[in-house]
């Protein structure tokens, strides 16, 4: 619809992850469109004892905009970006814009150097489909 492969689109999930009873971490979860996030694959990652979507208030405080329109860079300390490094095989990834009508293209060596991510395997390699994997 966009012109542009499912892969090379930047799904933007703002997570929630209970580390224990008192810690509470934030990750803004990024994967190609034609992928899920691995909601088990964060939780190991940030030594979680609980994962879960974060409540649409906090995922827009942190994100800075509406839900829909996350962008892949995190402007907030307490927002953690993870990267699954298959986005960047593509040359270009698209992602949308902080609006629901307009996208960006951006290379993705410049994607990389802009935004630094932590680089990780979280895109679920079973699935495929617009949506994020559900469970803990």
């Known amino acids: 619809m966009r012109g542009n492969a499912l892969s ?5 999930i703002v997570l929630m992850v209970k580390v224990g009873k008192k810690v509470t971490k934030y990750v803004l979860a990024v994967v190609p469109g034609d992928a899920r996030v691995d909601l ?9 004892t609980y994962v879960s979507f974060a409540s649409p208030d906090t995922a827009e405080r942190l994100a800075g905009s509406v839900a829909g329109t996350v962008l892949p860079f995190s402007f907030d300390p307490a927002l953690e970006l993870v990267v ?6 593509n040359d270009e990834l698209y992602f949308n814009a902080a609006r ?12 990389a150097a802009l ?3 932590r680089l990780e395997r979280i895109a679920d390699a079973r699935g495929t489909g617009p949506g994020p994997v559900a469970g803990s």
Not at 8 to 12: I, L, R, S
Not at 100 to 111: A, Q
């Open 40 to 48: 088990n694959a964060v939780k190991a990652l940030m030594n979680g």
């Open 8 to 12: 090379q689109a930047a799904k933007c």
């Open 115 to 117: 935004a630094k991510p």
């Open 100 to 111: 629901l009508d307009r996208s960006m293209v951006l290379k993705s060596s410049d994607y």
């Open 84 to 89: 699954d490094p298959s986005l960047l095989e």
